[in-house]
């Protein structure tokens, strides 16, 4: 499976950013997705993530400002951020996988977030 992020950038606190994920390969593997990202010296963390059927799980940091959906048979992926904060600059991942989120990971795109 290879996964593909886009949309980071910069953006001012209380803006918006939309990452997309496009995936690829045996998709028919993949039963979760979700973003991950890491943040400037900190260990990388789980963001949200989603489910074949679509059930979704969100941090607390992000739970009412972020928003996590897919597309039909698992081809794409997207992050709806609002709200955007600068504790949340960091580098996001697109992830998926069979049992875990952690199983296929893209390169990763920037979001910046100044105050």
């Known amino acids: 499976v290879q996964l593909q992020a886009s949309g980071g950038g910069l953006v001012q606190t209380g803006g918006s950013l939309r990452l997309s994920c496009a995936a690829s390969?045996?998709?028919?593997?993949?039963?979760?997705m979700g973003w991950y990202r890491q943040a400037p010296g900190k260990q990388r963390e789980m963001v949200a993530g989603?489910?074949?059927?679509?059930?979704?799980n969100y941090d607390d940091s992000v739970k009412g400002r972020f928003t996590i959906s897919k597309g039909s048979a698992q081809k794409t992926l997207f992050l709806q951020m609002n709200s955007l904060k600068p504790e949340d600059t960091a580098v996001y991942y697109c992830?998926?996988?069979?049992?875990?989120?952690?199983?296929?990971w893209g390169q990763g795109t920037l979001v910046t977030v100044s105050s």
């Open positions: 992830t998926a996988g069979r049992l875990s989120f952690r199983d296929y």
């Open positions: 390969g045996s998709i028919d593997k993949v039963y979760l």
């Open positions: 989603i489910s074949r059927s679509g059930a979704t």
